[in-house]
């Protein structure tokens, strides 16, 4: 017999896409790498129908998971895809930190989306952050996860508190009380005068706790935060900046020194008004416009302009304290910081602000003044 010697079968004349052995060319893989390639498949249309999203901790570690399918349309009213009751005071926070953080994925038009992906990760944060909580038994320790929605503005007081000290980057307290804003405008709805958010909780209005971050709160954090020095950068995108004629225009990517002198929710108590007001103006309806920073604006003076102090850009600002001759009052948004200034060896060091967006593969380097 000669047949397969004179005329042998064909050998493969493809390859595995995945691992490159040799199969036939009607192929894509190998048997191996064809059971590996069903079982992806299988886990991304999970990953999809679940909503898995990604996002980085304080820390900048990344944590994948699925998020809760949110949906947000005028007048801003967010509700799950699969509607159903409303949240109640009686649902645990952790329910109520779901859909938050459905929210920020839903890219709401009332958040931009750098912002969005700071609110999700500490929204992650506060879910297992262990609170003290009282009850008729004492005192006991349990997650914020796991805890009603009516004690939640309690938790979030112990939670803005728990990020005060050197472990953790100096902008945190502010990072957290804004998240708790966002919890509470969510709560209980936000009326501007000309758009509105409605409240996800039932009767949230007439039922959450006012004393959160109230007068004696804001004095004892403004104690503790108060005093810190931050670097801000004037944003390419649509902003404004009110200021007097004698302080030469802050323009786009220019850096200034702020001195942070109280918390920004009581900022606009008691003043005699701002030299320097930055404002952003790329959103129609921003609802967490109040997280600005107020202090003092770190400013050097023209030599050439001594005679006449008040003369047309007659001071700089400055991005470090050391070249600054004068300091003006100032307003800036806190999303323009982009470091905090510490002194670890009584040197001022340059502290990046943390990474919040997987996306982000450019973080802001460290660099000591």
């Given at each position: 017999?000669?047949?397969?010697?004179?005329f042998?079968?064909?050998?493969?004349?493809?390859?595995?896409?995945?691992?490159?052995t040799?199969?036939?060319?009607r192929?894509?893989?190998?048997?191996?790498?064809e059971?590996?390639?069903?079982?992806?498949?299988?886990?991304?249309?999970?990953?999809?129908?679940?909503?898995?999203?990604?996002?980085?901790?304080?820390?900048?570690?990344r944590?994948?998971?699925?998020?809760?399918?949110?949906?947000?349309?005028?007048?801003f009213?967010?509700?799950?895809?699969?509607?159903?009751?409303k949240?109640?005071?009686?649902?645990?926070?952790?329910?109520l930190?779901?859909?938050?953080?459905?929210?920020?994925f839903?890219?709401?038009?009332?958040?931009?989306?750098?912002?969005?992906?700071?609110y999700?990760?500490?929204?992650?944060?506060?879910?297992?952050?262990?609170?003290?909580?009282?009850?008729p038994?004492?005192?006991s320790?349990?997650?914020?996860?796991?805890?009603?929605?009516?004690?939640l503005?309690?938790?979030?007081?112990?939670?803005?508190?728990?990020?005060?000290?050197?472990?953790?980057?100096?902008?945190?307290?502010?990072?957290?009380?804004?998240?708790?804003r966002?919890?509470?405008f969510?709560?209980?709805?936000?009326?501007?005068?000309?758009?509105?958010?409605?409240?996800?909780?039932?009767?949230?209005?007439?039922v959450?706790?006012?004393?959160?971050?109230?007068?004696?709160?804001?004095?004892?954090?403004?104690?503790?935060f108060?005093?810190?020095?931050?670097?801000c950068?004037?944003?390419?995108?649509?902003?404004?900046?009110?200021?007097?004629?004698w302080i030469?225009?802050?323009?786009?990517?220019?850096?200034?020194?702020?001195?942070?002198?109280?918390?920004?929710?009581?900022a606009?108590?008691?003043?005699?008004?701002?030299?320097?007001?930055?404002?952003?103006?790329?959103?129609?309806?921003d609802?967490?416009?109040?997280?600005c920073?107020?202090?003092?604006?770190?400013?050097?003076?023209?030599?050439r302009?001594?005679?006449?102090t008040?003369?047309?850009?007659?001071?700089?600002?400055?991005?470090?304290e050391?070249?600054?001759?004068?300091?003006?009052?100032?307003?800036?948004?806190?999303?323009?910081?982009?470091h905090?200034?510490?002194?670890?060896?009584?040197e001022d060091?340059?502290?990046?602000?943390?990474?919040w967006?997987?996306?982000d593969?450019?973080?802001?380097?460290?660099?000591?003044?």
């Amino acid at each position: 017999m000669t047949n397969n010697v004179l005329f042998p079968k064909r050998k493969p004349e493809g390859e595995c896409e995945r691992c490159w052995t040799a199969i036939s060319r009607r192929k894509r893989h190998c048997e191996a790498c064809e059971t590996i390639v069903k079982a992806e498949k299988v886990g991304q249309q999970r990953r999809l129908e679940e909503n898995y999203q990604s996002w980085l901790t304080p820390n900048g570690e990344r944590r994948k998971g699925p998020v809760i399918w949110m949906s947000v349309r005028k007048a801003f009213e967010s509700e799950p895809y699969s509607p159903g009751k409303k949240l109640t005071y009686e649902n645990t926070a952790g329910e109520l930190i779901d859909q938050l953080i459905g929210i920020c994925f839903a890219q709401p038009p009332y958040l931009r989306k750098a912002d969005a992906m700071r609110y999700v990760s500490l929204l992650n944060e506060l879910k297992v952050f262990e609170c003290l909580v009282l009850s008729p038994q004492g005192k006991s320790k349990t997650l914020v996860n796991n805890i009603s929605i009516r004690r939640l503005p309690f938790a979030l007081e112990q939670w803005v508190n728990s990020y005060f000290g050197k472990a953790h980057h100096p902008m945190m307290p502010a990072y957290a009380m804004d998240a708790g804003r966002l919890i509470e405008f969510h709560v209980v709805g936000s009326y501007q005068s000309e758009w509105e958010l409605e409240e996800i909780v039932e009767a949230g209005k007439n039922v959450w706790h006012l004393g959160t971050f109230e007068s004696p709160f804001r004095k004892h954090f403004t104690t503790r935060f108060g005093g810190l020095r931050v670097l801000c950068r004037v944003p390419e995108t649509e902003h404004s900046i009110d200021q007097q004629e004698w302080i030469r225009t802050l323009q786009p990517k220019d850096k200034f020194l702020v001195g942070i002198e109280r918390c920004h929710l009581s900022a606009g108590w008691g003043g005699s008004g701002f030299d320097v007001i930055c404002n952003d103006s790329d959103l129609d309806c921003d609802l967490m416009s109040e997280f600005c920073v107020t202090g003092k604006l770190f400013v050097r003076q023209d030599a050439r302009a001594k005679s006449n102090t008040f003369a047309p850009n007659a001071f700089t600002v400055v991005s470090t304290e050391s070249h600054a001759t004068h300091k003006f009052s100032v307003s800036a948004p806190a999303r323009w910081i982009t470091h905090a200034v510490v002194r670890p060896d009584r040197e001022d060091v340059l502290l990046p602000v943390p990474r919040w967006s997987p996306d982000d593969v450019n973080p802001i380097s460290t660099k000591i003044l």
